[in-house]
Structures are given as C-alpha cells and as structure tokens.
Nanobody, 128 residues
Framework: QVQLVESGGGVVQPGGSLRLSCAAS????????VGWFRQSPGKEREGVSA????????YVHSSLKGRFTISKDNAKNTVYLQMNSLKPEDTGVYYC?????????????????????WGQGTQVTVSS
C-alpha cells in the first residue's frame, strides 16, 4: 500500500523554525518527484517546493527562497522541508505529494494535478 506520512508540524512563534518530514512506505521514492504544498482556510492549495529524488534537482517557490529548503534522504525514503524565519502567513496545512517521474520547475508553476500520491497533511501554525 502506497503511503506518505507527514510529521513535524506544530505551533511556533514568528521567526521560529520547523522541519517537516515526509516518509514514504509501500514504495521506493528513488524514481519519484516529491513536492510540498500548503493550504490555508479559504485559499487554494499552493505549491511550496519539490525535489527530484534521483538527482536532487530542487525547486522552491520564489517567494520562499532563502527561508525554506527542501532535502532528501533516499536511504530513509524521506523528504524534508526546513522552514526558517516563519511568518504568520506561513500558517496552514502542509501536504507532501509524490509522482513517479522527474518534474523540473523553471517558474512558479507547481500544481496539485502534477502529483498522484498524497499524504494527510500536518498543521503548521505561526502565532505569537
């Protein structure tokens, strides 16, 4: 059974950091692209970052560069999203997703329809 499980969410003060994890089971991520999306109440799900597991080719939304970093550990079948200098507007449910080919993003054009497998999400709340 293909499964993605996110963890690492929580409540953090503005300026704080969190590291989210996306662990896969039931399949190997080596030939996949893994992406992170987030969704706030009343807003559409938006693409945050993605990584090609085969070669580490990475994308981060232009508005998040310098604060968010994506990384992978193929041996652990896990992808991480390091989020620093968090702001209240980063609040939302963060989802990881996977698709079994290499996706390269050269602009902010990452869409949920690009992905086939989804996790259940983890809540991130940035509040003082």
């Amino acid at each position: 059974q293909v499964q993605l499980v996110e963890s690492g969410g929580g409540v953090v003060q503005p300026g704080g950091s969190l590291r989210l994890s996306c662990a896969a089971s039931g399949f190997t991520l080596d030939d996949f692209t893994v992406g992170w999306f987030r969704q706030s109440p009343g807003k559409e799900r938006e693409g945050v970052s993605a990584i090609v597991m085969k070669d580490g080719g990475a994308y981060v939304h232009s508005s998040l560069k310098g604060r968010f970093t994506i990384s992978k550990d193929n041996a652990k079948n896990t992808v991480y999203l390091q989020m620093n200098s968090l702001k209240p507007e980063d609040t939302g449910v963060y989802y990881c997703a996977a698709v079994d080919w290499s996706l390269r993003y050269y602009s902010d054009s990452m869409y949920p329809s690009d992905y086939r497998h989804w996790g259940q999400g983890t809540q991130v709340t940035v509040s003082s």
